[in-house]
């Protein structure tokens, strides 16, 4: 059965300073149903030993259960615990903050009036030189309309917002791209397009996040035939290259090839639609599709997909992916010896890797390994780097390329903290845009990764 772990707290807890203690600390937890995370020692002396210890739980009377179960250990005492999760958000996540400090008198005149004048007549003069000489060239606009958050669903514009903030925290640290959250309050598909395409000035690219099917399929086109610059919906693109790159990976550990398997894709929404035509793309052979509405269906064999059901790719396919949303959808009897299972809904999967593994899989993985934030950064540092005006199929394949180059043998996917990951990818996302057209050469020299 699949937890659901809800909360994260940090419980702080000093024990007596003797072998074992530390191992009857996570068997404790274990035993209560928690999952540990990061473990920080605080303190050391002769006698005892102060730490913080981050648990994951269902919630706040899963975790009086756990600090029970610690309690009881001979030994130990819990000290405090602290939800740092709520005190991480306080004020929010980011800042906009001046990249010069405005310390004189004379840097003032420079920053503000007199001097910003001149830069204003250069660019009134010459348009493209926003790019150089404001914020524009390297930001892009994270929108959203609040109606498909991660797994909560439709809960409106505020309660969305920590998460594109924390998109645009990770933008900017993993590849220095700037990220302008933008909650869009629209009563139809075209309100939302004239509300992003008049604001779309300020920009240089549209990352779409969290918006629900069918209006996401609509947004996307219709933003990309008014906007000349690009136009990405990172649960359609985002997700379906990271995909890609972990199914290469997968498929080298099991030493099969990409366009030898059969592929079947479980939930044909924004997310799975968009990865069975990106691994239709790059394996030049049909996805088995299955889901209960046949709108869906219809859009997936209209892209060159099969129909299918949840029965068939169990007992078909060799590379299984779901992004359902629905909890333990796969059961474990339907997995076959060998299958690679991607299990993608957040938080809970349709099926536990570890489970699908015990019941045959080669390999299994869920949302928090084979996630979003391995491309955004870097397919946006790259498009953004060659002023792009569009992210095509050939730019997100480079990218799930460079992904799987960098993932090490064994592993499905790499570190999404290692920062020279999403620079390689940039290189390779910035390759691929001038070689289909759609970027400009000069600025691949400046992408061009550190080895």
Known sequence: MTMNYGLIRTVQVSNENVPGVLGSLATAIGGA????????????????????IDVYVENEDHLIDVLKAISGIQGVKVIETRDEVMDLHQGGKIQIVSRHPV????????????????????????????????????????????????????????????VMEGKAALLQQFAGVNGAPLLVEAATVDQFVETVVRVAPTYSGIHLED?????????????????????????QDGTAAVVLGAVMSALRATGKNLNEVTIGQIGLGAAGLSISKLLMDASEKPVLGADLDEGCLVRHQALGGRQSTLDEVMATADVVIATTGVPGLIPEESVRNGQIIFALSNPDPEINPAAAIQAGAALAADGTSVNNVLGYPGIWRGALGVHATSINREMLIAASRALWQSTLPGELSPNPLDIGLHYRVAYEVGKAAVATGVGDEDGLEQLEPVV
């Open 33 to 52: 149903g928690a999952n540990i995370g990061n473990i920080q020692t605080m303190h050391i002396s002769q006698n005892h030993v102060l730490r913080d």
């Open 103 to 162: 310390d004189s008198v004379a840097m003032l005149r420079k920053i503000y009036t007199p001097g910003v004048a001149e830069v204003c007549r250069a660019i009134l003069q010459e348009p493209i030189l926003a790019r150089r000489f404001t914020s524009i060239g390297n930001t892009v606009a994270i929108v959203t309309d609040g109606t498909a958050v991660l797994g909560l669903g439709n809960i409106g514009l505020h309660p969305s917002m920590p």
């Open 211 to 235: 918006i629900a099917s069918p209006w996401c399929f609509e947004i996307v086109e219709k933003l990309r035939r008014k906007l000349n610059i690009p136009v990405m919906q990172d649960d």
